[in-house]
Structure formats: C-alpha cells, structure tokens
C-alpha cells in the first residue's frame, strides 16, 4: 500500500457531496472516517467500511486530515467551534460553498485554533467525484497542499490556485457565472427558435458548436486584456452593437423575453459612448470591473 492510501481522512457533513468525497477516499483505499449531524446519513458510509464517529472531536481525532463540506460557513463554524473540539496538529480542508471573504476569515479563525487550512471547491456534481472530470480547487499555504495532494487527488483533478485563501471560493463564482451564462444564452436562442418550431434537441448540437468556438477565442482575448489593449481583429464592438439591437428586434417580434440581450446591448451602448465603439469585444471588460446599479 502506498502513503496515499494509508493517510486515515475524516469526511464531516454527510449531504450528497459529502457522502460522494466519503466514498471516493473509501474506493482508494483510505481508512475513513465521517460525522454527520443527523448520525443516520452514516449508515451507507458505515457499511462500505467508514467509521462513524460519535462526536466532532472524535472524527477529528481519528486523523490527521479532515475534510469538512456543510452548508455554509456559519456551519463550520457551528460545527468545529465547540469547546471540545480541537483542532491543532489537525489540516483542515474546507470544500463548503461561500464567498472569498468567508474564507479568508475562516482561516484565520482556523489557524488561531492551531489548524493547519486550506480552503477549496469541488467543481463538479456529486457522481463526477472520484473521477477526473471533478476538479478540485485549493488555495493556501502550498507545504500544506503539497503534505496532502495524494491523499486529496482520490477526489478527481486536484488545482492548487495560491496562497490567499479566498482564491478558491473566487474561482468557484467564475466558473459558475460562465455555466449560467452559457445556459441562459442558449436558453434564449431555444426559445426563440421555438417559435419557428424548432425543438431543443435540434438546436443544441448546432449552440454547442458555437460555445466550442467562442471558447477557443477566450486566450486570445485574455492577451488583449492583460495588455490592455483592444485593437479591433475580428469586429469592433459598435458592430456587435447592431447585432445586438436586432437581437432585441427578433425577440420582442416573436414575443418572448427579450431581457439578456438588452442587458448585453446597454452595457456595449456604455462602452460605445465612452468611446470604444472602434475596439473588440473584451473591452467591455472596463463595464465589468466597475460597481453595478441596483
């Protein structure tokens, strides 16, 4: 047996993602062990191997790693803030969903508590876990990523980000923007090809070739913002402009949502009048980066 399967883990939270990390370390080998609020949602775990622990402290105590998943950071909190619940000598590995702030913070909170912290995000649904295809995002002090990446890579594709600790938790909300972006664009177009009688299954093969295209201009683009400069390649963006408008046209024509479209065009219509009509798309980089209205 190799290091990576000795290294005891402990798994506390037991939600669909949790019971999935629990697994996957059982699957490699690991010796487990996991704490749930609700004892019950261990039984599954327990007959596959796992050891339930009474207690917070006893989990924690089982190993030196812990991976902790629950539905917020108020939980974690909650959770290993108890007084006898110790964590030093303890790498604690937070993969809970929250914002840079809470994560930050939470690792000072941790590491005054003698933890070692590392904050990440599984970008993946539960069943993708112990597979390649579910990336694991860390960030923070990379001797503590280094002392445990063969034990965490059981999870899928393990992504060491940097030091700040917000890092993960930031990357996270990229990645879902992108994914929500991506899905309510080609909601839009399906429900405008709707009305021609177009299905959703004939249309997506055709919006998934577009996605795939547009992705592959994202390095080149990402170029022109570092640099800051915008020359005008492909289009220049008052020209999107106008593909935006009878974007709005078509859908007000057909009577469906026209919202996303005319959210895109305002936001070109600034860069337009603050004169970047004559430059390529990324530029609307300058309309992202500044506070919003509400």
């Not at 939980?75 to 303890?90: C, M």
């Not at 995000?121 to 990336?135: E, H």
């Not at 009577?255 to 479209?261: K, M, S, T």
Request: aromatic share 6%; proline share 4%; with cysteine.
């Amino acid at each position: 047996m190799d290091d990576r399967t000795r290294t005891p883990v402990t798994v506390i939270g037991l939600g669909l993602m949790g019971q999935a990390l629990a697994g996957a370390f059982l699957r490699t080998g690991h010796p487990t062990t996991v704490w749930n609020r609700t004892a019950g949602k261990a039984d599954g775990l327990v007959a596959k191997g796992a050891r339930a622990a009474a207690t917070v402290g006893d989990a924690i105590a089982a190993g030196s790693l812990t991976v902790i998943c629950v539905t917020d950071y108020r939980a974690v909190h909650e959770t290993l803030g108890a007084a006898d619940v110790e964590l030093g000598g303890t790498t604690l590995i937070n993969l809970t969903s929250g914002d840079s702030g809470e994560a930050r913070e939470t690792a000072r909170w941790a590491e005054a508590r003698g933890a070692r912290y590392l904050d990440g995000a599984a970008m993946a649904v539960p069943s993708a876990i112990g597979t390649p295809d579910a990336v694991i995002l860390q960030s923070g002090a990379r001797s503590d990523f280094d002392a445990h990446e063969p034990a965490l890579s059981a999870l899928g594709t393990v992504t060491y980000l940097g030091a700040d600790h917000g890092l993960a938790s930031l990357y996270d909300a990229a990645g879902l923007v992108m994914m929500w972006s991506v899905l309510n664009a080609w909601l839009q177009g399906t429900a405008l090809l709707r009305t021609a009688g177009v299905n959703a299954g004939t249309y997506a093969p055709f919006a998934q070739r577009i996605a795939a295209g547009v992705a592959d201009w994202l390095p080149g683009y990402a170029e022109q913002i570092d640099r800051g400069s915008f020359p005008a390649e492909v289009s220049a963006l008052e020209t999107d402009a106008r593909a935006m408008a009878h974007l709005i046209e078509e859908s007000e024509a057909a009577g469906i949502n026209a919202e996303l479209p005319r959210l895109l065009k305002a936001m070109a219509d600034r860069a337009v009048a603050a004169g970047h009509g004559k430059e390529q798309y990324p530029v609307l980089i300058e309309e992202f980066g500044k506070p919003g209205t509400r």
